[in-house]
């Protein structure tokens, strides 16, 4: 049997009106991205939605859009896939990072408080595999030190806290439509926002600075980080069944955690308080991890790392932008222990329990 780590699902729909989307010929930015935009946004219930050539420009564009300055600082979690912090430093904004819990793997709120100083005027939480962060806490430290909340949420599309979608919380929330999330436009991401003037802020910025609706008004330096049609296609036809699809992956995982609780050696990532996982990732912590990722191969089952701990990685290390103390112990630990099971809508239960089986062979 071989079994993939993450398979994404493309109905059969998106090849019938692919055809007739080349033979229209408009295959950059236009009417499918602006339904892919409406459709997510109607999905998450939010304000604006701005869709981008992929999470890390649609990060770029938002710490942009902050205009801040180099001495300025943002903090984030060691616990992350590069592309978190990446597009800060590329601008030459100063990162600190700080750790997780060990737990449910996202950014700690009391190392949070303890690390804000008057540089502070932004933070890059990560809600980890499609975990939700305590926005509660969140918010009540946004309100009395006054930063802005950027919410990583790459992963994070359909969660839940308190009943309310993630993107209506934090002041920018970006999501990744990559193929080893939960729907895919192949490339893809997008930013949601509750200003107006940030929505517009952000349209101009990516489509080259134009004003919007002004042809031939170029009212900031821009870029071209634009969605094209092709791609939003995609997000269109999966976006409309995503409930049935994230349906499928929560009965997948509580299967897993039937199966997968108690067992000695073995951890399974937690969920918040008041929160629904969205589980675009199920993962665990084993004692001897790389071992079983190539045990498991054998055995034709693809598993994966969950995050990396940035601390440790050569371009942070030593760059003179990022800081952060020595011990960061939760995402050193976590960068050598998590591993990521294979989960997606068209796993049959019957490839499930022979990855359950495969596993408990080798911890
Ligand atoms: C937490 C996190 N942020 C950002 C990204 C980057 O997303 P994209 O590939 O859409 O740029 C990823 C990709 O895996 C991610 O896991």
Redesign the pocket.
């Known amino acids: 049997m071989k079994i993939p780590l993450a398979k994404p699902f493309i109905p059969n729909t998106v090849l019938k009106e692919m055809k007739s989307l080349i033979k229209k010929g408009f295959l950059t930015e236009g009417n499918y991205t602006r339904e892919f935009e409406k459709s997510v946004k109607e999905f998450i219930n939010c304000k604006y939605c701005i869709a981008f050539t992929?999470?890390?420009t649609a990060l770029e564009a938002t710490i942009r859009a902050l205009n801040l300055k180099s001495t300025d600082e943002i903090i984030a979690p060691n616990f992350?896939?590069p592309?978190?912090i990446s597009p800060a430093l590329i601008n030459n904004i100063k990162i600190k990072l700080i750790d997780v819990d060990i737990n449910d793997y996202n950014i700690c709120i009391k190392d949070l408080e303890n690390n804000i100083t008057k540089k502070t005027r932004a933070i890059i939480p990560?809600s980890v595999f499609g975990n939700s962060l305590q926005y509660d806490k969140l918010l009540k430290l946004r309100k009395k030190y006054n930063f802005k909340i950027i919410e990583?949420a790459?992963?994070a599309l359909g969660t839940s806290y308190k009943n309310i979608k993630v993107g209506n919380f934090a002041d920018f929330t970006i999501f990744?439509?990559?193929p080893?999330k939960s729907i895919t436009t192949g490339?893809?991401?997008i930013v949601t926002t509750k200003k107006k003037s940030e929505a517009e802020w952000l349209k101009m910025f990516k489509s080259f600075g134009l004003m919007n609706n002004k042809k031939s008004k170029f009212e900031i330096v821009g870029s071209n980080l634009k969605m094209s049609n092709i791609n939003a296609l995609f997000g269109i036809k999966q976006i409309q069944i995503y409930k049935k699809i994230l349906k499928q992956k929560k009965n997948l995982a509580k299967n897993y955690i039937e199966q997968l609780s108690g067992c000695k050696n073995i951890q399974i990532q937690k969920s918040t308080l008041g929160s629904e996982h969205s589980y675009q990732t199920f993962c665990i912590t084993v004692e001897n991890r790389d071992q079983i990722i190539k045990k498991m191969r054998k055995d034709g089952i693809e598993t994966q790392i969950g995050y990396y701990a940035l601390s440790e990685q050569n371009a942070f290390r030593k760059n003179k932008n990022v800081s952060f103390s020595r011990t960061l112990r939760n995402s050193s630990f976590l960068a050598k222990h998590t591993l990521a099971l294979p989960l997606y809508y068209e796993m049959k239960v019957s490839e499930q329990n022979y990855v359950i089986k495969s596993l408990k062979k080798y911890i």
């Open positions: 992929s999470a890390t992350s896939y592309a978190t990560v990583d790459a992963a990744s439509f990559h080893r490339e893809g991401g």
